[in-house]
C-alpha cells in the first residue's frame, strides 16, 4: 500500500478566520478515509482545497506522488480526483443521460471540428461514451429515466446520479461530502453497501465526509477528525470513537471528564 | 388595410425582427454563462458595421485619422460580412479578457463587471470615431452586385415591395439562429456549454475547462453583434459611431420582453418587436423608437418574467 493522496500541513484563512489549520493527512490506495467533525469544522473547505476549488493559504496537496496545490479544478478533475456535494448539483436542465455523459466527453480526443464533421474519431469516442454512461446508469438503476431531465428526480435518485456523475470522470480518487445527509437508517445502510461496492468494481480510493458517526464508524478503515480547522485526532474507527478530545467535540466537556475518568464515554457505532 | 399592406408590414417586421433576434442573443449567451449584461455589445455591432465597411468599401470619408487613406484591397461583400463578423469575434474575446476576466478572478461584484463593461464600450465608440470620424456612411447601391434593389410583387392588385437587402438580412439571421440551436443542442461542445451556464463550479470539477467556454461565448456573441451591425448598416447606412447604442437598448428591451437567458425568448422578442415596429401607424412613424419599450412595459405588466422566461427555465 501507498499513499494516492497526501496532504501536508494544509492551511485555509478567510480574512482573519482559521478555516482549515495545518492538517496534514495521508489516504492510501484503496481504502476508504472518512473526515468527520462537528458543523463548521472546515471539511468542505477542506475538500474545496483538494479539488483546486479554493486556494490554500499555505501547505500542499500530493496525488499520485505528484503536487496539485494550485492547479485548476477541471486540472484536478483530469488528473483523477472526482468529487460530490453536499447539497448535490447536477446540471437540472440536462437529461440524466447527458449529466453522465459530460464529465467523459472532456476527456476526449476529438475535437470540436471532429464532432461537427463527424469524423470516425469523434463517432467512435461518442460511441464509447454513450455506452460507458449506460453503463453508469445501470449501476445506479436509473435506465429507465435517462432522458428525464435530471432536476426532476427524487432526492435519493439524485444522489445517486451524482455520484454516478463524479465515476464518469473513473476518478481514482472518489470525494464524498455527506453522501447520506437527509437519508433515512436502511437508506443509509443502503448507501454504505453501494460505496463499498463501487470501490471493488471501480478499484478506488473513497475520502468520505459524514456527519453521521455510526455510518463512517462502519464503512471506513481510517478516520480523521476535524473540529474548529484543526485535526484533533486520526486513527481507526475504535481508536477515534472513545478518544476524549473527540467526545468532547461531539458531545461536550462533560462526556470528556467522564471518558477521562474511564466510564467509557464513546461515540456510538450503531446505527 | 389591405392584403398587401399587411404582407409588406409582416416582411418588413420579419426581416427586421430576424436581426434584433441575433443581435440580443449575443447579449443573451453571455448573460446566461456569466449573469452580467455586457454593455459593450452595442459598441462591438457598431464595431462590426465599420470593419465590414471598411473591408467591402476600401475608405473611410473625411474627418478621422484615417481620412483619405485607401485600404489597399477590397472584399466581395459577402466575404467582407463574414471577416467583419470573424473580428467583431475577436474583439468580443478582447472586451471578456479586458473588462470580465480581471474582475471575474477578483471575485469584484458583478456590478463593477457592467461599469466596467460600458467603459470599453466608451472607448470602443471614441476609437471608431477618432479614426473614422463622425459623418454617416452608406453603402453603394451595387454593394450586392448584379443583385436587383428589390423584388416587386402584386397581392390583389396591390404592390407589395421586398428590397433585396431584407431578404439578405433574414436569411442571414436564420442561418445563424439554426446554426447556433444545433450548436447548443447537437454538439458535445454545447452540451458542456449548457452545463457551464448552469453550474461553473461543478462544471470546471468534471473536467470542463469553463474559462475556454467563456473565451468562445464571447467570440459568438461578438461575432452576432459585429454580423447584426453589418446587416443594420447595410440597409440603412451607418449613421455615426454611436448608432450601435440606440441599437443596443433595443436589444435589451428584445431580451427582456423575451425572458432574460432565454434563447427562445431572445428570438421570439426580437420577432415582436420587429413586427410591432412595422405595423406601426404611419402618422405615429416618428414614435418608431419608443414600440419596444412601449411593447416591454405592457408585457412586463402581464407577464414580469418575460414572455419565454421562467423560474426553471434553462438557460442556454
Redesign the interface.
Known amino acids: 500500500m501507498s499513499a494516492l493522496l497526501e496532504v501536508r500541513s494544509l492551511s485555509k484563512a478567510f480574512g482573519g478566520l482559521l478555516a482549515v489549520s495545518d492538517v496534514s493527512l495521508s489516504v492510501e490506495q484503496g481504502e476508504i478515509f472518512g473526515l468527520i467533525g462537528p458543523n463548521g469544522a472546515g471539511k468542505t473547505t477542506f475538500f474545496n482545497m483538494l479539488?483546486?476549488?479554493t486556494r490554500p493559504t499555505s501547505g500542499e496537496v500530493l496525488f499520485a506522488g505528484g503536487a496539485i496545490t494550485g492547479l485548476?479544478?477541471?486540472q484536478?478533475?483530469?488528473l483523477g480526483v472526482?468529487?460530490t456535494?453536499q447539497n448535490i448539483?447536477l446540471?437540472?436542465?440536462?437529461s440524466v443521460f447527458?449529466n453522465v455523459?459530460?464529465?467523459r466527453?472532456?476527456?476526449?480526443r476529438s475535437g470540436?471540428w471532429g464532432?461537427?464533421l463527424g469524423s470516425p474519431l469523434a463517432s467512435r469516442e461518442?460511441r464509447e461514451t454513450s455506452e460507458a454512461a449506460w453503463e453508469l446508469l445501470k449501476l445506479v438503476n436509473l435506465t429507465d429515466r435517462a432522458m428525464r431531465p435530471a432536476?426532476s428526480l427524487p432526492y435519493g435518485d439524485r444522489r445517486r446520479l451524482e455520484i454516478a456523475?463524479a465515476l464518469?470522470?473513473a476518478p481514482r480518487l472518489l470525494l464524498l461530502d455527506e453522501p447520506a445527509a437527509g437519508m433515512n437508517p436502511s437508506e443509509k445502510a443502503g448507501l454504505a453497501d453501494f460505496i463499498r461496492q463501487v470501490r471493488e468494481t471501480f478499484d478506488l480510493t473513497v475520502l468520505l465526509i459524514e456527519h453521521n458517526v455510526p455510518m463512517v464508524m462502519g464503512l471506513c478503515s481510517r478516520i480523521a477528525v476535524l473540529n474548529f480547522g484543526e485535526r484533533i485526532a486520526m486513527g481507526t474507527p475504535e481508536e477515534v470513537q472513545c478518544d476524549p478530545k473527540v467526545v468532547e467535540a461531539y458531545l461536550g466537556a462533560q462526556k470528556r471528564d467522564a471518558a477521562a475518568a474511564g466510564e467509557g464515554a464513546c461515540l456510538h457505532s450503531t446505527m | 388595410m389591405t392584403l398587401a399592406w399587411f404582407l409588406q408590414n409582416l416582411l418588413n417586421g420579419l426581416s427586421m425582427g430576424s436581426v434584433y433576434a441575433i443581435f440580443a442573443l449575443g447579449y443573451t449567451l453571455v448573460f446566461s454563462i456569466l449573469g452580467i449584461i455586457n454593455f459593450a455589445h452595442g459598441a462591438v455591432f457598431t464595431l462590426g458595421a465599420y470593419l465590414t465597411y471598411l473591408l467591402s468599401v476600401g475608405q473611410f470619408g473625411i474627418n478621422g485619422l484615417l481620412a483619405g487613406w485607401q485600404l489597399p484591397f477590397t472584399l466581395p461583400f459577402p466575404l467582407a460580412l463574414l471577416a467583419g463578423a470573424g473580428l467583431s469575434g475577436l474583439a468580443g474575446m478582447a472586451v471578456e479578457r479586458l473588462a470580465f476576466k480581471p474582475l471575474r478572478a477578483r471575485q469584484a461584484d458583478a456590478l463593477l463587471a457592467l461599469v466596467s463593461s460600458l467603459g470599453v464600450a466608451l472607448i470602443l465608440v471614441n476609437l471608431i470615431q477618432y479614426l473614422f470620424g463622425a459623418e454617416i456612411y452608406s453603402y453603394p447601391s451595387d454593394v450586392l452586385g448584379s443583385l436587383p434593389p428589390a423584388f416587386i410583387f402584386k397581392v390583389g392588385g396591390k404592390p407589395v415591395a421586398v428590397r433585396t437587402v431584407q431578404i439578405v438580412l433574414f436569411v442571414v439571421s436564420l442561418v445563424m439562429l439554426a446554426a447556433l440551436a444545433w450548436f447548443i443542442h447537437g454538439?458535445?461542445?454545447g452540451?458542456?456549454l449548457?452545463?457551464t451556464a448552469?453550474?461553473q463550479?461543478?462544471?470546471?470539477?468534471?473536467?470542463?475547462?469553463?474559462?475556454a467556454f467563456i473565451l468562445g461565448t464571447f467570440f459568438v456573441s461578438g461575432l452576432l453583434g459585429g454580423l447584426s451591425g453589418t446587416l443594420i448598416g447595410v440597409s440603412f447606412g451607418l449613421s455615426g459611431p454611436y448608432f450601435g447604442v440606440a441599437y443596443g437598448l433595443k436589444a435589451l428591451a428584445v431580451i427582456v420582453l423575451g425572458g432574460l437567458g432565454s434563447i427562445p425568448g431572445a428570438v421570439l422578442g426580437g420577432l415582436v418587436i420587429g413586427l410591432g415596429e412595422a405595423f406601426l401607424p404611419p402618422d405615429l412613424s416618428s414614435y418608431k423608437e419608443a414600440v419596444a419599450y412601449a411593447l416591454l412595459f405592457v408585457i412586463l405588466l402581464v407577464r414580469p418574467q418575460g414572455l419565454l422566461g421562467g423560474t426553471?427555465e434553462?438557460?442556454v
Not at chain 1, 446540471?91 to 440536462?94: D, I, P, R, S, V
Open positions: 479539488t483546486g476549488m485548476r479544478p477541471e484536478v478533475a483530469r472526482a468529487r456535494f448539483r446540471f437540472a436542465g440536462l447527458d455523459r459530460i464529465p466527453q472532456s476527456r476526449e470540436l464532432n461537427i461518442e432536476g456523475r464518469a470522470l | 454538439t458535445k461542445a452540451k458542456a449548457r452545463a448552469e453550474n463550479d461543478t462544471a470546471s470539477l468534471l473536467g470542463i475547462n469553463v474559462d426553471t434553462q438557460k
